[in-house]
């Protein structure tokens, strides 16, 4: 058996309404569930999702001793302090979809002078995540 892929920096996102999130996320940006933990109640209170071999986590909005370091894009005016960048392999056709689940589209399909093309979008908790076809592990150029 081979090791399980280990993902050494792990996005953390916070949203109103993480039941939302959660059906989007899969629907519109193409995540797949890999756990989902619920309280009592039966409401999301942490989810991780794929893709390939990342993860995602997030959760609610709730006071917590770490909500001090977190808010949410609406109560920041619609600014985000973090956007989130994923290498798709297809990203016409991951932009379709993400439009046909309701993305809103910030920055629209580009080709970019160094070598990828991509595009912006905010998904229903008010984040921005960027996709595109640029790989820094195999663009020419430095390595520190």
Do not use: C
């Not at 090791?3 to 959660?22: D, F, G, H, V």
Request: charge should be negative; glycine fraction near 12%.
């Amino acid at each position: 058996m081979s090791p399980q892929p280990r993902t050494r920096l792990i996005s953390a996102l916070r949203y109103a309404n993480p039941e939302r999130a959660l059906e989007f996320l899969v629907a519109g940006f193409g995540f797949a569930e890999h756990t989902v933990y619920r309280g009592d109640a039966g409401a999301i209170v942490h989810a991780e999702l794929r893709f390939g071999d990342d993860i995602l986590m997030f959760g609610p909005d709730i006071e917590t001793p770490f909500a001090n370091f977190m808010i949410l894009p609406e109560k920041a005016g619609g600014r985000n302090t973090q956007t989130i960048y994923v290498i798709v392999d297809d990203v016409d056709a991951h932009h379709a979809q993400a439009v046909a689940a309701g993305a809103e589209i910030v920055m629209p399909l580009v080709d970019t002078g160094y070598g990828g093309r991509g595009y912006s979008a905010r998904d229903p908790g008010g984040h921005v995540w960027s996709f595109g076809t640029y790989d820094p592990w195999t663009a020419a150029g430095p390595k520190v």
